[in-house]
């Protein structure tokens, strides 16, 4: 069983920057891939970035590859996803989330087990 609490959301002008964290619970948080979807209103989740258990394999949505950096610390129990260069479009509630195969990263909501309650991050234009 994992528990994450996600944290670090707020406004900012476009432009800006935010970084998010994802605080687990539990001994086994390093046997889990990582990742961040988000939804905005009225639309589907949608995957932003993943991570292997290692961190040595990254994936992002092509909307914000270049401008977003998932990370993470085993040591803190905690995954991190720096966003840069913040857009209008980025504007939503953003949910960090453990899936049980730890060596890959899936793009599909169905395959992650836990999710955290979100944060809300709004980008101003």
């Known amino acids: 069983q994992v528990q994450l609490v996600e944290s670090g959301g707020g406004l900012v002008q476009a432009g800006g920057s935010l970084r998010l964290s994802c605080a687990a619970s539990?001994?086994?948080?390093?046997?889990?891939?990582m990742a961040w979807f988000r939804q905005a209103p009225g639309k589907e989740r949608e995957f932003v970035a993943g991570?292997?258990?290692?961190?040595?394999?990254?994936r992002y949505a092509d909307s914000v590859k270049g401008r977003f950096t998932i990370s993470r610390d085993n040591a803190k129990n905690t995954v991190y996803l720096q966003m840069n260069s913040l857009r209008p479009e980025d504007t939503a509630v953003y949910y960090c989330?453990?899936?049980?195969?730890?060596?890959?990263?899936?793009?599909?909501?169905?395959?992650?087990?836990?999710w955290g309650q979100g944060t809300q991050v709004t980008v101003s234009s």
């Open positions: 989330a453990a899936d049980h195969a730890s060596f890959r990263v899936s793009f599909y909501t169905g395959t992650y087990s836990y």
């Open positions: 991570i292997t258990w290692s961190g040595g394999s990254t």
């Open positions: 539990g001994r086994t948080f390093s046997s889990y891939a």
